[in-house]
């Protein structure tokens, strides 16, 4: 059995079928890893939920920040409609079949034996694993509860930006929330900074990437991540970031776990240049 991690999709159908066509997948003894944004802007959001949805428990997928989007809109939050691409879920016959699978999955994938650990974005250099994974189940009890529907009207916001176990209420989910699915960059004093988006190469306001934060309590453990396809593929000690853009004309690329050897890549070119 083999376990492979798939960066984001955001929709991108095709790419993806190519992709396991490349790694020969096999759903009778192999499973997936999905770092999360199944949808959102590409052109099959639709067919990427169903499939990812039909592969069972062959497929753990973390969630995104796109797929929190989703999922504010399906409870009525249009606060931040920005993409159409999500029109076919939301009007589609199995709607709430898939909605009510997508507020099930994870925010946070851990393989106690293979040594690696999945989230969408980052995790904040305050958190060891044990608080990470506590948080992560945490957020999704409300996912998966009663106040859902209330969590997801009130979800957006870039405040609290520094952690503390005194946290309490929205307060304390919207960081848990923001950490998982939209963090990139860090400020020198550990305060999570929600408004850059490029490359480390091109940063000039002090923020460091998360990975990079001093004192990071969890530099030891090997972590995948996606959401930073202008960081694009890097795989360097204990980090790797597979979004390596395919929507925007990259590549989608996965990653072959292995417990004693390092990780092997495979990508494919999107044809499409958006």
């Not at 991108?12 to 079928?17: A, G, K």
């Not at 930006?161 to 929330?177: A, C, K, P, V």
């Not at 963090?183 to 480390?200: A, F, H, Q, T, V």
Request: net charge positive.
């Amino acid at each position: 059995m083999s376990i492979y991690a798939i960066g984001d999709i955001q929709g991108c159908y095709d790419e993806l079928q190519r992709l396991l066509e490349k790694i020969q997948f096999d759903p009778s003894k192999d499973k997936l890893w999905f770092a999360g944004d199944l949808v959102n802007r590409g052109p099959k959001s639709l067919q990427v939920l169903r499939f990812v949805k039909s592969l069972g428990d062959q497929a753990i997928t973390v969630l995104g920040n796109h797929d929190l989007h989703l999922l504010a809109l399906s409870q009525g939050n249009r606060s931040h409609y920005k993409y159409g691409s999500l029109k076919d879920i939301l009007e589609a016959h199995d709607r709430q079949e898939l909605i009510d699978w997508l507020r099930h999955r994870p925010m946070m994938a851990h393989h106690k034996k293979k040594g690696y650990s999945m989230v969408h974005a980052g995790l904040p250099p305050q958190w060891d694993l044990t608080t990470a994974m506590k948080c992560a189940r945490e957020l999704e009890n409300v996912l998966r509860g009663p106040k859902f529907g209330k969590f997801c009207r009130v979800m957006y916001g870039d405040q609290p930006d520094l952690w503390s176990e005194n946290l309490d209420g929205m307060d304390r989910l919207r960081f848990i929330t923001n950490c998982f699915t939209r963090l990139r960059y860090c400020s020198r004093d550990g305060r999570i900074s929600l408004n850059e988006k490029g490359p480390p190469e091109a940063r000039n306001n002090g923020a460091i990437p998360w990975f990079e934060a001093a004192g990071r309590l969890t530099k030891n453990d090997r972590i995948i991540f996606g959401h930073w396809s202008t960081l694009g593929y890097r795989q360097s000690a204990n980090i790797c970031c597979l979004d390596s853009g395919c929507f925007w004309g990259g590549e989608l690329t996965a990653l072959r776990l292995r417990k004693n050897k390092p990780a092997k890549p495979y990508q494919i070119s999107c044809p499409i240049k958006r």
